[in-house]
C-alpha cells in the first residue's frame, strides 16, 4: 500500500473518529440537561417564613435520601470490587503454579536501598557511629596495679625464697 493511500485512510478514520467524538459529546449535554431538570426544579424563593421553612425541610429530606442512595452504591461497589479480586485470585490458582524469576545478585549500598525504597524526597544517612555515646573508659584501680608491677623478673625475685612467699601471703591476707 502506498504512503499517499496510508495517509488518505487515516484522515478518513480521524474524521470519523471525530463526528464520533462531536456526537457522543452532544449526547451526553443532553443527557445532564435532561437529568438537571428531572431531579432539579427550578427554585423559587418562598415570600414567607412558613414557606422556607417547609423549603428547607424539603431539602434537607432530598440530602438524606440522596446520601442513603450514595451509602447504598459504595457499598455495593465494595462489594462487587471484593468479589472481582476473590474471583482473580481463584483464577490465578486455577492456572496452576507461578514461575519464580530468578533474583540477580544486586550491589547495591544502604543509603542507596533506603533511597530507592522511601524515594528521592527522603534523604537518610546510615553513618550508624555518629548516633553512637562517647563512653568514657574508667581505668580499674587493680588494672593500674598490674602496670606498675613493671618488670616480671624483678617481680619474682621479690618473691623468690620464703621471705617472698611469707610477704605475698601476708599481702593476700
Same mark, same amino acid.
Given at each position: 500500500m #502506498? #504512503? #499517499?493511500r496510508k495517509h488518505h485512510l487515516k484522515s478518513l478514520m480521524l474524521s470519523i473518529a471525530k463526528g464520533l467524538l462531536e456526537e457522543e459529546a452532544e449526547e451526553r449535554e443532553e443527557e445532564r440537561t435532561r437529568y438537571m431538570a428531572e431531579n432539579c426544579p427550578p427554585l423559587s424563593l418562598p415570600r414567607t417564613m412558613q414557606e422556607l421553612q417547609e423549603l428547607? $425541610? *424539603?431539602i434537607h429530606h432530598n440530602i438524606e435520601r440522596i446520601d442513603e442512595e450514595r451509602y447504598d452504591l459504595d457499598i455495593k461497589v465494595?462489594?462487587?470490587n471484593k468479589e472481582i479480586e476473590d474471583m482473580q485470585i481463584k483464577v490465578q490458582d486455577l492456572k496452576g503454579k507461578f514461575k519464580k524469576p530468578t533474583l540477580r545478585k544486586v550491589r547495591m549500598s544502604a543509603d542507596a536501598m533506603l533511597k530507592a =525504597? =522511601?524515594?528521592s524526597k527522603h534523604t537518610v544517612n546510615m553513618d550508624l557511629r555518629a548516633n553512637l555515646k562517647q563512653v568514657k $573508659? *574508667?581505668?580499674k584501680e587493680e588494672d593500674k596495679e598490674l602496670r606498675d608491677v613493671g618488670d616480671w623478673r624483678k617481680n619474682i625475685e621479690d618473691k623468690s625464697g620464703m621471705d617472698g612467699r611469707k610477704k605475698m601471703f601476708e599481702a593476700e591476707a
Open positions: #502506498s #504512503s #499517499s428547607c $425541610k *424539603e465494595n462489594k462487587s =525504597l =522511601l524515594g $573508659k *574508667e581505668v
